[in-house]
């Protein structure tokens, strides 16, 4: 095997175990590393490196099993995030295990709790923005130019529902779909594009990665880090690519380029002691 373009998602497929196991075996893989992979997979992880690098991100209180839920814990949680609140696992993706908690009360956050620590040891609670934009760059490495950053693009939500749900993102009945042009000021997007160049950079991404915003007081706050986004037919990524001026083909060409040249660097760093 030269080299491999992983299409994997969720646990085992996109938390850095395959690309460890790649590595191991010797195999170059496209895209980012076990680091990146695992540190991006677990949200709570990437959020904290975010924050030290000063890029704005979601007001977060994290949630574990060995943690009682009581009176204390919703008042702590509706003091620091909110009345409302937004609860999803820390490590699973497409929204599943997520629920949204209007005027939350003690049985709807131990409803919630349990939804979400089923799908992940730790649970993450944040603040719900009813009408908040959700924003996504592209990001990708070219070797000559360098991290480059693609759109943004604005997710549409027609169905108004609490949040977007797995059915709106991947099925073509779904509803949601990417506004490109996106319709934010010049000034938001350039701001958009440098944080997601920031957060790509700042958990040692490789290869490529999707970058997710909200738009909280017209202002872009990160949300998370995908680093191995879609390539369905109703994936963003590659229309974030082609909005931008690139072929998915040539992108993906450079990707594997990359995995090879990588792999072998990687490979001969010295491991002892002479």
């Known amino acids: 095997i030269d080299v491999g373009f992983p299409t994997t998602h969720g646990r085992g497929g996109e938390d ?3 690309q460890g196991l790649c590595t191991l075996a010797k195999i170059p893989l496209a895209g980012c590393d076990t680091v990146s992979s695992a540190v991006g997979m677990h949200k709570a992880l990437a959020q904290s490196i975010f924050d030290r690098a000063g890029i704005p991100t979601i007001p977060t209180i994290i949630v574990t099993e060995a943690m009682p839920v009581t009176d204390s ?4 949680l509706r003091q620091s995030l909110g009345s409302s609140l937004f609860v999803k696992p820390e490590n699973a993706g497409s929204s599943v295990g997520i629920t949204v908690l209007i005027e939350a009360d003690l049985p709807s956050l131990a409803r919630a709790l349990r939804l979400a620590l089923s799908y992940s040891e730790r649970t993450l609670v944040q603040p719900y923005y009813p009408e908040v934009i959700e924003a996504e760059c592209a990001v990708f490495e070219d070797p000559e ?6 759109g943004p693009g604005v997710i549409k939500n027609p169905k108004k529902e609490t949040f977007l749900s797995y059915s709106q993102k991947y099925t073509l009945q779904g509803g949601a779909y990417l506004e490109l042009p996106s319709g934010l000021s010049d000034e938001v997007e350039e701001e958009i594009r440098t944080l997601a160049v ?12 999707r970058v997710d915003f909200f738009l ?7 949300n998370e880090i995908n680093t191995l986004p879609g390539l369905t037919a109703t994936s963003h990524w590659p229309k974030l690519l082609q909005y931008g001026g690139y072929s998915i083909e040539r992108v993906v060409d450079l990707l594997l380029e990359q995995a090879i040249s990588d792999f072998d660097r990687r490979w001969n760093l010295r491991t002892s002691h002479d």
């Open 16 to 18: 850095g175990n395959l």
């Open 73 to 76: 814990l919703l008042e702590e």
């Open 145 to 150: 130019q360098g991290i480059i950053a693609c």
């Open 198 to 209: 920031r957060a790509f950079e700042a958990i040692k991404g490789n290869g490529y990665a």
């Open 216 to 222: 909280v007081d017209e202002r872009p706050i990160l």
